[in-house]
């Protein structure tokens, strides 16, 4: 019996899990008009309150005062910088540029605006119109800019399902320039869910790649545990041309010199990671990773680790799953927590690098997109189970999460908003 985030709430914009016997081809009912998908407010400070979490690891040392004085004392705010965008599910910031940049999912289009002008029309960066699949987890999904600010990434499903990353040199005015797009690479997608679709370009220079397992339920050709799969994993490739291939994987990635292992690996063991960041400070690696039925997680990487199993799909956040064991060497999540008090589907977020908001300074934020809830942890390195903590901020179906230049952090609505997290004025 298909199990579909949508059977819930009437929309999706990313699935808990599915459980069917259809083909691919078959994306669900159509997404219903923006603006109709919930009644309650896209944004909203509630009164300070214990965590809606109910997590499953053990206990967390305690929550920094710090985060405590940031959520109480000193409340928080959500400020919107743009309204009206259709199905936002990804943001990135440009080098040398003020704007900040939007992916919309099923329209195809990057749109481009100053967040500190908000009334100032969008920037229409680049237009897929038409060349994108409207599957409930399909769409433009991903985008991310090079170092220097000169090339664009991003990554959408095609009409037939199947996943591109494609790059575009960028002109002056910051727009991407048809012409130039290169087809870096392409996979082909077993199902219509469970795409991933986040990218990154690390400080390293290295492209980041997510791919879910493939989709349906359960992983069912196991490609979660499959070295010589790229699916269920996160992947670092070098996006400049090697010779007549588009890219090349680096010589130091964990799996470059393993027989059936696909070299472009760099972590493994994942259903659906739904957005991963880089700390901008400590290079860590945060990861919300979809579970199946009953858990969330959040899982972490220090900065000089690769090759990370995280267990998927012989573990369930800090479970076993199905009767499976967890693999050798496989790593547990900081986090999990239950599908209880509206939870459903975790979505990943950034630590708070920015300096308008001391309080958050190390924070790392995410959201349940069900439940809504800005959830704060302690990013500190070396922590085994950081603390976490309710932020009483409250986003109608987050989808999302990104930074600028600055390093604050932006929260996307599948209700069409981007807000940044401040310290409320008065």
Not at 103 to 121: H, M, S, W, Y
Not at 306 to 333: L, Q
Not at 397 to 424: H, K, M
């Amino acid at each position: 019996m298909r199990r579909l985030l949508f059977s819930l709430i009437g929309s999706i914009v990313i699935a808990t899990s599915c459980s069917s016997s259809n083909p691919k081809s078959q994306a669900g009912p159509p997404l219903p008009p923006i603006g109709t998908t919930s009644t309650a407010p896209a944004l909203s400070s509630r009164p300070a309150t214990t965590t809606t979490l109910s997590p499953t690891t053990v206990a967390p040392n305690a929550v920094p005062a710090r985060l405590v004085a940031g959520t109480t004392n000193n409340p928080l705010s959500l400020s919107v910088v743009a309204k009206g965008l259709k199905s936002p599910v990804a943001f990135t910031s440009r080098h040398g540029s003020r704007f900040v940049y939007v992916a919309e999912q099923n329209t195809g289009r990057v749109v481009a605006f100053d967040p500190l002008k908000p009334d100032i029309a969008t920037m229409i960066a680049l237009d897929l119109h038409g060349a994108v699949s409207q599957g409930n987890e399909q769409g433009l999904l991903g985008i991310a800019f090079s170092l220097d600010g000169l090339r664009l990434y991003i990554d959408y499903t095609d009409p037939v399902g199947d996943s591109h990353i494609d790059e575009y040199s960028i002109d002056r005015d910051g727009r991407a320039i048809a012409t130039t797009k290169r087809q870096l690479l392409v996979q082909k997608q077993p199902f219509a869910n469970h795409n991933g679709g986040q990218l990154a370009v690390g400080r390293d220079g290295m492209l980041y790649i997510a791919f879910g397992d493939g989709g349906l339920a359960n992983d069912p050709f196991r490609n979660g545990q499959n070295l010589s799969s790229l699916l269920g994993k996160i992947l670092r490739i070098d996006p400049r041309p090697n010779g007549k291939s588009p890219y090349s994987a680096p010589a130091d990635n964990p799996f470059a010199h393993q027989a059936g292992a696909r070299p472009e690996i760099w972590h493994w063991g994942l259903r659906n990671p739904w957005r991963f960041s880089f700390d901008r400070t400590t290079n860590d690696l945060w990861i919300a990773d979809v579970g199946q039925n009953l858990y969330e997680e959040i899982d972490h990487a220090a900065a000089n680790k690769s090759g990370i199993n995280f267990g998927w799909n012989r573990r369930e956040g800090t479970h076993d799953f199905n009767g499976a064991k967890r693999p050798a060497g496989a790593v547990d999540p900081v986090l999990d927590y239950a599908h209880d008090n509206g939870n459903c589907s975790v979505t990943g977020g950034a630590v708070f690098r920015g300096a308008s908001v001391p309080t958050l300074q190390g924070i790392y934020i995410f959201a349940d997109f069900c439940a809504g809830n800005l959830i704060g942890i302690d990013a500190r390195p070396g922590l085994a189970h950081p603390a976490h903590a309710d932020l009483n901020l409250h986003v109608d179906q987050p989808t999302s999460f990104g930074e600028d230049n600055d390093g604050n952090v932006y929260v996307l609505s599948r209700a069409g908003t981007v807000a940044r997290i401040d310290v409320r004025c008065c």
